[in-house]
C-alpha cells in the first residue's frame, strides 16, 4: 500500500494505514491529524520535506 499525498490549494493531506514509523514521520514534521478525513493536514510548502522524508524510510509514495 503507498502513501497518498493529495495537494489543495493552501495544504497537503496525507493518507496512509496505521503504522508507527509513518505516525513518528508525520508528528516530527508537527503535521495535524484530521479525524473526519482520516488524513494528515500540512501546509502545501511542506509537501518536498513530507515527500523526502517518507522515500528515505523506503515508503511508496504517490502524488495526486
Known amino acids: 500500500m503507498a502513501?497518498?499525498?493529495v495537494s489543495n490549494s493552501k495544504?497537503?493531506?496525507v493518507y496512509?494505514?496505521?503504522d508507527e514509523l509513518?505516525?513518528?514521520?508525520m508528528r516530527?514534521?508537527?503535521g495535524w491529524w484530521n479525524k473526519n478525513k482520516k488524513c494528515w493536514t500540512f501546509p502545501r510548502y511542506?509537501?518536498?520535506d513530507i515527500?523526502?522524508?517518507l522515500k528515505?524510510?523506503?515508503f511508496l509514495v504517490r502524488m495526486q
Open 56 to 58: 528515505s524510510e523506503n
Open 22 to 25: 509513518f505516525i513518528e514521520i
Open 46 to 48: 511542506k509537501k518536498s
Open 51 to 53: 515527500y523526502e522524508a
Open 11 to 13: 495544504s497537503i493531506e
Open 16 to 18: 496512509y494505514h496505521y
Open 3 to 5: 502513501v497518498k499525498i
Open 28 to 30: 516530527e514534521h508537527r
